[in-house]
């Protein structure tokens, strides 16, 4: 069984700023995928970013990167230059790959509000 | 279609009647999943398929919820007898499959509310 866990359920930090939020996993797969999802409030979940386990090279995406340390099951997001429309849920989720399955496993959420 | 799309966005029903929650997912997208959410608090799955085949239901929590998807493509999921524990946001993601990174499309959700 996979598990996910966020253990930052609020934050928050000033506009333009650096902020990271914390993600550990638990898997006994070797081969798996990470996602950081993020919910604006009242709006629809959308990908942030993934990361191939395989791969060595964190992921970015413009503002978004990750620090995937595979040793220590861990894969943190960092946002740098925090803009208000970062304010939103964040979801940290792990999928296994599998024709028969592949559903993915998400942790609780960090609430992230990003202040004037 | 551009996302995916659900229908109702809102639902109250009272104990013990039933509904039925409707998913359009992105054309061509062969993995379909339903997952539900609580507030505060992450997605937890439910049920997945791929096409119109349903191979994985470990999610649902009893034998009053049931989903289908008879042409691979729209599915609804059904909650016979509905009480109140059921009350939460459910969620339908598509995606191109289960053996890439491709993540999911996420629904903006069905809010149900049991009264």
């Known amino acids: 069984a996979q598990t996910v866990t966020q253990s930052q359920p609020e934050m928050s930090v000033q506009e333009a700023e650096t902020v990271t939020l914390s993600c550990t996993y638990d898997t006994s797969e070797n081969n798996y995928y990470l996602f950081w999802y993020k919910q604006p409030p009242s709006r629809q979940m959308i990908l942030v970013i993934r990361?191939?386990?395989?791969?060595?090279q964190n992921a970015t995406e413009n503002r978004f990167s990750v620090n995937f340390q595979k040793a220590a099951k861990s894969f943190s997001l960092k946002i740098s230059d925090s803009q208000l429309g970062d304010t939103a849920m964040y979801f940290c989720?792990?999928?296994?790959?599998?024709?028969?399955?592949?559903?993915?496993?998400f942790g609780d959420g960090t609430t992230l509000t990003v202040k004037p | 279609g551009a996302g995916v799309s659900q229908s109702p966005r809102y639902k109250v029903a009272k104990r013990g009647q039933d509904v039925a929650l409707r998913c359009d997912p992105i054309s061509g997208h062969v993995s379909l999943f339903w997952y539900q959410q609580a507030l505060g608090q992450g997605p937890e799955f439910l049920t997945y398929f791929q096409n119109e085949a349903q191979l994985d239901k470990s999610g649902l929590p009893s034998d009053r919820f049931f989903a289908e998807r008879p042409e691979g493509s729209v599915s609804t999921l059904k909650i016979q007898r509905t009480q109140q524990e059921d009350s939460a946001v459910y969620l339908c993601?598509?995606?191109?499959?289960?053996?890439?990174?491709?993540?999911?499309?996420f629904g903006s959700g069905t809010r149900l509310t049991v009264v």
């Open positions: 993601a598509s995606s191109l499959g289960t053996l890439g990174p491709y993540g999911y499309t």
């Open positions: 990361q191939e386990a395989y791969k060595q």
């Open positions: 989720a792990l999928q296994i790959p599998n024709t028969n399955a592949g559903k993915s496993t």
